[in-house]
């Protein structure tokens, strides 16, 4: 019944932009923590961003600052990742997560690839 479903990923041209967004079914979004993950090929699985419910952003990894940001729209269960700037190192599937306020319950989606490369 839970569903995290990510989708705005592709190949682009380093320097360029994509935005993600997952979305979200079958739990109560506005109250779940969100956050972005990324795994390359052969790396472990790291956090890029998160998000509390009211919108502040409580993570956002350093090697991503400046460059990517995260928003939530709870009206439409929506999670968002706005990516520019982008290097090839940031080539990774990235996954959605919601952490509900417990933290008893972690929801994933499926992942979307982005892949950097000229």
């Known amino acids: 019944q839970v569903r995290l479903v990510e989708s705005g990923g592709g190949l682009v041209q380093p320097g360029g932009s994509l935005r993600l967004s997952c979305a979200t079914s079958g739990f109560t979004f506005s109250d779940y923590v969100m956050s972005w993950y990324r795994q390359a090929p052969g790396k472990e699985r790291e956090l890029v961003a998160s998000?509390?419910?009211?919108?502040?952003?409580?993570n956002l990894a350093d090697s991503v600052k400046g460059r990517f940001i995260i928003s939530r729209d709870n009206a439409k269960n929506t999670l968002y990742l706005q990516m520019t700037s982008l290097k090839p190192e940031d080539t990774a599937v990235y996954y959605c997560?919601?952490?509900?306020?417990?933290?008893?319950?972690?929801?994933w989606g499926q992942g979307t690839q982005v892949t950097v490369s000229s």
């Open positions: 998000i509390i419910s009211g919108g502040r952003i409580t």
């Open positions: 997560k919601g952490r509900s306020p417990s933290g008893i319950y972690n929801y």
